[in-house]
């Protein structure tokens, strides 16, 4: 995985990152099951142009599903599972942080 783009999925903007964001200078991003810590570390560094000091991975397990679809007086219910996926928590080195709302880097 050379590119940036196959290895970072997306941001996670959640109350709790962004307490963490302001506390302690940590970021968490969805990213690729296969990816590892490095690759990951050097995918941030390369987009945001940052420097990580530190990269915490865990892989979570997707949820098992069911719903109930009401169509032509029929009841129709199905089940499902959601992908697994991974979440990659980012720590910068001091005086770096990332603006994900804006897409702008300071430091």
């Known amino acids: 995985m050379d590119d940036h783009r196959e290895i970072i999925?997306?941001?996670?903007?959640?109350?709790?990152?962004?307490?963490l964001e302001e506390a302690q200078r940590k970021?968490?991003?969805?990213?690729?099951?296969?990816a590892n810590k490095i690759e990951i570390k050097k995918a941030i560094q390369n987009k945001f142009d940052v420097e990580v000091?530190?990269?915490a991975t865990m892989r979570r397990k997707g949820k098992n599903k069911r719903t109930t679809v009401r169509s032509g007086g029929r009841v129709i219910r199905t089940q499902g599972r959601r992908s697994n996926w991974k979440r990659a928590v980012i720590t910068l080195k001091e005086g770096f942080t990332i603006d994900l709302l804006k897409g702008e880097v300071t430091g």
């Not at 999925?9 to 307490?19: G, Q, V």
């Not at 970021?27 to 296969?34: D, G």
């Open 53 to 55: 000091k530190k990269v």
């Open 27 to 34: 970021y968490a991003f969805e990213v690729a099951l296969s």
């Open 9 to 19: 999925i997306r941001p996670l903007l959640t109350e709790k990152m962004s307490f």
